[in-house]
């Protein structure tokens, strides 16, 4: 469904599987424009390749999660926060910061490294949700599931370059959680903002039984 103007354009998809809706998206479209210029500034944080990958970790664990976050995932990412994928966040916190590229040159092709970006940006969006409550992602019988995801791309990036992560949940409630993120690239730059909002079920509290 195109819409476009002077300078900007929309286009709204929506996708079914098996006569199901599964996906509602919208993108708008900017061409070049100069305009007012101001960003947030890059939280500080140690260097990406003074901290573990995944793999370091984890490589480890025989199990098709682990192995696959280690070995078969394209994104490597390094968390500067305690990672939470066995044990939960010691002091409990609503902050989340971490490194991600993908560990291999990259074609100079701008939507590529949108669509990596946007990828990349569900990796870790709402575990700071998981962190203000003692929550890993192996609690037993945890229930988590993204129910809609926003992103705004304001300057070019590399994902072939090292992009910090910084994400904060500024709110949970009714079983659902909102974090809002901000990706910087390695030289300071705000290139992307990231908000999620998702299901979190826990199975120490109850559900409202609504039939009754």
Sequence with gaps: MPRDGGSFGGRRTHASQGGVPILSLT??????????????????????ETLPSFADLYGEIEH??????????????????????VTPQEERSPEVL????????LPDDPLLHAAIAAYASDISII?????????????????????????????????DDWILYEAHSPSASGARGLSIGKM????GRLVASVAQEGMFRVPWIGRVDKAG
Excluded: C
Aim: aromatic share 12%; charged share 20%.
């Design 127 to 159: 575990e700071p949700v998981a962190r203000n409550h003692g929550l890993s992602w192996s609690t037993p019988g945890t229930s988590i599931a993204s129910l809609d995801h926003a992103m705004w791309f304001h300057r070019p990036l590399r994902a």
């Design 98 to 105: 971490s490194w991600w590229r993908v560990a291999k040159a």
């Design 27 to 48: 993108a708008s479209f900017q061409s070049d424009d100069p305009g007012l210029e101001h960003a947030d500034e890059m939280p500080a944080a140690p260097d990406p």
């Design 64 to 85: 098709p999660t682990a192995q696959y976050w280690s070995y078969g995932q394209p994104i490597d990412g390094r968390s500067v926060s305690p990672s939470i994928f």
């Design 184 to 187: 910087f690239s390695r030289d």
